[in-house]
């Protein structure tokens, strides 16, 4: 991966406690995989996403993910036909999952085989929705958060507790503990990161500022929730350097990544560790 962060620089970026516990690398560690795809017409001027593009770039991503030539292939892999699936989205107002994204996601579910009544998808509702799903779909766009430093996959799996808040302490230290409850724990057959239009900088609660998103008209893919949350927050620093001209650390240490990998076992927060396959534009790609 170009631009690695080395132990070191992550200390510096997220004000040295977030990243404190990254362990050493050791070749008998787990590994993981992430796939980046970008296209230039993915949204327009406007912010309009464009459907047909997302799409392509969805099938593009998850046939490279998991290293089949077609899009069907991959999606079988995903689900199957007696699957109740749950697409967990996000719905905050001013950076929501985009309909479009859920729609293909939706179409290649029911392209695997998936009766479209078995299918649902929601948000604020899931504790009760998608409690019963036998395989979830986990997709967000990526922020920066007041609460957890950036916003990403592990924590969009927060309102399936009963009490939201309860892991707000520490940083969202212990966001990692949610993906054991019964309602998640081993469900999760994809995540998707979307970096369309991410959300680089701000303060205070539910933050907001146009002046801090940008068009990076990309997603991420990954089998693995902390990995894909790992490299976006990579992707949020590298944009903040861009923009600040130096390393400004995130006003919340985004501590709760590398908890969940190395307190919750959820999975590999150390970038040397993942593997980032970068596929489709490459202008201002920043990782």
Avoid at 50 to 65: H, P, S, T
Avoid at 136 to 153: D, E
Wanted: aromatic content about 6%.
């Amino acid at each position: 991966m170009s631009g690695l962060l080395t132990r070191r620089d992550l200390l510096k970026a997220t004000a040295g406690a977030a990243l404190a516990m990254l362990a050493p690398e050791s070749p008998a560690q787990k590994r993981a995989k992430v796939v980046l795809v970008r296209h230039p017409d993915a949204v327009d001027a406007n912010g309009k996403v464009n459907a047909e593009v997302v799409g392509k770039m969805l099938d593009e991503a998850v046939v490279a993910l998991l290293g089949v030539k077609k899009p069907i292939d991959a999606w079988k892999q995903l689900v199957k036909p007696n699957d109740l699936v749950g697409i967990k989205t996000n719905v905050w107002t001013p950076l929501p999952t985009p309909k479009e994204v859920e729609n293909a996601i939706q179409k290649r579910v029911q392209d695997a085989g998936v009766p479209a009544e078995r299918i649902r998808i929601d948000d604020r509702g899931a504790r009760v929705t998608l409690a019963p799903c036998t395989a979830l779909i986990n997709v967000r766009p990526v922020r920066t958060h007041w609460w957890s430093g950036i916003g990403g996959c592990i924590k969009n799996y927060i309102i399936f507790s009963e009490n939201p808040s309860s892991y707000h302490p520490d940083a969202c230290s212990s966001l990692g503990a949610v993906w054991d409850l019964p309602a998640v724990k081993g469900k999760t057959r994809l995540n998707i990161l979307l970096a369309l239009t991410p959300l680089f900088h701000g303060r205070g609660p539910h933050h907001w500022d146009p002046r801090y998103v940008w068009q990076y008209k990309g997603l991420f893919v990954s089998l693995d929730p902390v990995a894909i949350d790992a490299v976006g927050l990579h992707l949020i620093q590298a944009k903040r350097r861009q923009h600040f001209g130096e390393d400004i650390a995130l006003e919340t240490p985004p501590k709760h990544i590398v908890e969940a990998d190395v307190k919750y076992g959820l999975g590999v927060s150390d970038l040397r560790r993942i593997e980032l396959v970068k596929l489709g534009w490459k202008e201002e790609i920043l990782i």
